[in-house]
């Protein structure tokens, strides 16, 4: 045991990079004779050796079939590619559906608030160009003038227009000052 201990306790160099890479190579080369062979018996199996024929004829047949075999390959590829789509048509359906089942719906994504030329533009298009500025067409008020008209003594008897707009003759003159 004694022998044992002092082999394991000595410590072992370090494997060399040179050495370590080697090891990869061999191992990576493998793999590829391996993949390379599985190739050859793979078309050994279903690629029958081509036979070239040595009148005019002969070859214009086999390229007939060989066109013939290509269409069939497409209008398979084709159909396939169909089938796909319609997949994932039905599939994005059903997404919509479990989604909607389930009340994750998407909602409409948030919107900024429009100016008032943003939505004249969006509603009457870019060749009309509308300016609204609504805040120049206010009206502006003066705090002083307001101050002035309403002296708190001159508001007035305020009988006076109580009896002057009861009764028919009142709604009367309302109506004609109105218009």
Known sequence: SGDISLRLTARCPPPHPQSVMLQIAATELEKEEAAEAEKQNYLSEHCPPLHLPGSMSEVQELCRQLHAKIDAAEEEKYDMEIRVQKS?????????????????????TATRRMSADAMLKALLGSKHKVCMDLRANLKQVKKEDTEK????????????????????????????TES
């Open 88 to 108: 994932t048509k039905e599939l994005e359906d059903m997404n919509q559906k479990l989604s909607d089942l389930r009340g994750k719906s998407s909602g409409p």
């Open 149 to 176: 008209e309403r002296d708190p003594r001159d508001v007035g008897d305020w009988r006076k227009n109580i009896e002057e707009k009861s009764g028919m003759e009142g709604r009367k003159k309302m109506f004609e």
